[in-house]
């Protein structure tokens, strides 16, 4: 009978004392998973502050960029360019000084690209007063003719209308495509416009000059 009280005992004891360690084990366990826990609170914390930051500057910039398009479209020339309706207009202030209608050439991948543009606000990078372009060698070949060595024979000038307007992101206004260039040969997306009105864009804008994408 002391016997079994004795196993019985030892037995006990020995679940006790697995039950500590196991009750040891838990609660180290759950530290580190505290600890890991507030090692990520703190990282959130830190990264949305830096968030709130840059939500605070990007806000500020905005409002700043606003005030300085409010004010340069009252006293500058500006133009604004209408995809819905394919229609170019230049203005200064509230008044339209001209409004004109445009083709936007270029491939088809890029034109499908600037269709695809939220409204946004550009601003001219420049301007030409020509648009010389030299037949390059590919379209001598392709007619089965070799390519002159004189680079004035190749010379088309005004290949693309009196000048041209460059308005950033890839985009440029023109005028009308010269007759010996052929489709093949358009190197960039641009507004074509008739030459008449593009001597009147080239003319009133410069360098700054805003562009409002519609």
Do not use: C
Not at 54 to 66: I, P, S
Not at 137 to 165: C, I, K, M, Q, T
Request: no cysteine; glycine share 8%; hydrophobic share 45%.
């Amino acid at each position: 009978m002391a016997k079994r009280i004795l196993a019985i005992t030892a037995t006990v004891l020995a679940s006790l004392a697995m039950a500590r360690l196991v009750d040891a084990v838990g609660k180290r366990a759950l530290m580190g998973v505290a600890q890991e826990l507030d090692e990520k609170l703190v990282a959130v914390g830190r990264e949305h502050h830096e968030l709130v930051a840059r939500r605070d500057q990007l806000e500020l910039d905005q409002a700043l960029l606003g005030h300085r398009i409010a004010a340069m479209s009252k006293r500058e020339h500006h133009l604004v360019i209408l995809r819905g309706r394919q229609r170019l207009q230049l203005a200064l202030g509230d008044k339209v000084m001209l409004e004109i209608g445009y083709q936007l050439r270029g491939a088809v991948e890029d034109v499908r690209s600037f269709a695809a543009m939220p409204r946004s606000t550009l601003e001219v990078l420049g301007k030409s007063e020509s648009t010389n372009w030299y037949r390059p060698d590919w379209l001598y070949r392709l007619e089965g003719l070799e390519p002159p060595v004189d680079s004035a024979v190749r010379l088309v000038r005004n290949a693309f209308g009196p000048g041209e307007v460059f308005l950033g992101a890839g985009i440029s206004i023109r005028g009308e495509r010269h007759d010996d260039v052929p489709a093949e040969a358009i190197d960039r997306t641009y507004l074509e416009v008739d030459d008449e009105s593009l001597k009147a864009v080239v003319e009133a804008v410069g360098e700054g000059t805003l562009v409002f994408i519609q």
